[in-house]
């Protein structure tokens, strides 16, 4: 059973895509937070993700750059943001896949299809690990330090499979000389595993003393610290509130952001909440009509403050018509 981890903080989304994906057959976990997501992503293994970028502490972006440091399950983004800007970021991020709120339960199901068989190939054919002043591919065997290729024997490239592979994970003495070697060798194999650990230092610039890459954990064994290159970008925080300073264009802007984003994840939780109904053959539960209240009263609400915004804005541009000399409103 694929098993999908689903991570927004709307209760009628993540209500409605569990009970969805439920019916398809998927194993469904849901995070209401980033920081939830992120534990859930490293302890369960899902196969699949789909993440809201608006999230309470964490945000989705970030969420998304964390699980890429370990992990290549695909991502597919929900968000009712509009902005051309924060889908090319998620993407950038690592995400695999961006849907835009309100979305249909066909279009979603399709998506998540689309990258379950796109999956299965990337899993035997990636092997491209990208850090720092560092790029491996173990599928083609290829080492750059600092732009410069390098040569390793085989045991180092196994020693950096394994070590690349499991990260920030302590892999012992014994379970390196199992995986590295085989498990006929003693300890006395241990004095080849230091030996090579240092060649392999060497020769991908690191310092025991100070290591960017791979750290001596004192009789125990050794971890994998290189941390991921990402791409550095930062998603605009459109809750700021809004200064005096700022015209009434930035305003208008902001507000109309924030309003756009409530009203695409409330219209999605509305969507599929009468796409459940209809596939329930025509019997309404008493979940699905609740949900259906819930959703309502919350649009009845986004209407009203948008008639309120609307208004304080119409006030705003009359006061700086007539600041800056404007036409005489008694004309």
């Known amino acids: 059973m694929t098993r999908v981890l689903v991570v927004d903080d709307e209760p009628q989304v993540t209500h409605a895509l569990s009970r969805a994906l439920s019916r398809e057959g998927y194993d469904v976990l849901v995070a209401a937070d980033g920081e939830r997501a992120v534990d859930l992503a490293a302890t369960s293994e899902p196969h699949m993700m789909i993440v809201d970028l608006s999230l309470p502490g964490l945000n989705g972006l970030e969420v998304i750059k964390r699980v890429r440091s370990w992990s290549q399950c695909p991502i597919l983004v929900l968000s009712g943001v509009t902005q051309e800007l924060a889908k090319v970021q998620a ?88 995986r590295v070697w085989d498990s006929s060798h003693g300890n006395e194999t241990r004095d080849a595993l230091r030996a090579h650990v240092r060649s392999l230092r060497a020769k991908i610039g690191d310092d025991a003393h100070a290591p960017r890459f791979i750290r001596t954990e004192s009789g125990a064994g050794y971890r994998w610290v290189g941390v991921a290159r990402t791409a550095e970008t930062v998603l605009p925080d459109w809750s700021e509130a809004v200064t005096g300073e700022q015209d009434v264009a930035d305003l208008a802007g902001v507000e109309t952001r924030e309003l756009v984003h409530e009203l695409n994840n409330a219209l999605t939780a509305m969507r599929m909440a009468v796409q459940l109904m209809r596939m329930s053959d025509g019997e309404v539960s008493e979940d699905s009509a609740a949900m259906r209240a819930s959703v309502l009263e919350r649009l009845d609400g986004l209407a009203r403050r948008i008639s309120v915004v609307a208004v304080a804005l119409e006030s705003r541009v009359g006061d700086q018509k007539g600041a800056d000399g404007g036409t005489d409103p008694g004309r």
């Open 91 to 178: 993407l950038d991020a690592g995400a695999d896949d961006y849907l835009q709120k309100p979305f249909g339960l066909d279009e979603l199901q399709a998506r998540l299809r689309a990258l379950e068989r796109r999956a299965a190939p990337a899993e035997e054919t990636s092997g491209r690990h990208d850090f720092e002043g560092l790029q491996v591919n173990l599928v083609a065997r290829t080492l750059e330090v600092g732009g410069a290729e390098a040569r390793l024997t085989p045991t180092e490239w196994r020693l950096l499979e394994e070590l690349v592979t499991h990260p920030e994970q302590l892999l012992t003495h014994r379970w390196l000389l199992q």
